[in-house]
């Protein structure tokens, strides 16, 4: 059974940093690249990964400021957010795919950010 479960957020300043993580099972990690979307906002898709890591892609809000990566040894996915802003208030979510067709995980929990002074 696939599982994909996020854990990281929290309450940050502005200017603040967060690390989410994704802790994948029930399917081969390596198979797929992956991604970081989120709740209520357009494009709800944030970032994407390929399945070695070698390339990454990320939405025009988030460039310079967040960072996706993987670890396949031990099948984690990370979003590593620095000098958050308000409007990054909000859950997110690790998917399998690229982009915009990335899918959530069948019991998403999200993990939820929350940027306030």
């Known amino acids: 059974q696939v599982q994909l479960v996020e854990s990281g957020g929290g309450l940050v300043q502005p200017g603040g940093s967060l690390r989410l993580s994704c802790a994948a099972s029930g399917f081969k990690f390596t198979d797929y690249d992956m991604s970081w979307v989120r709740r209520d906002k357009w494009p709800n898709w944030v970032a994407s990964i390929s399945r070695d890591g070698s390339r990454t892609i990320y939405i025009d809000a988030v460039k310079g400021r967040f960072t996706i990566t993987r670890n396949n040894s031990d099948d984690t996915l990370y979003l590593q957010m620095n000098n958050v802003k308000y409007e990054d208030t909000t859950e997110y979510y690790c998917?399998?795919?690229w982009g915009v067709g990335a899918i959530t995980g069948p019991n998403a929990q999200g993990t939820q950010v929350t940027v306030s002074s």
């Open positions: 998917a399998r795919g």
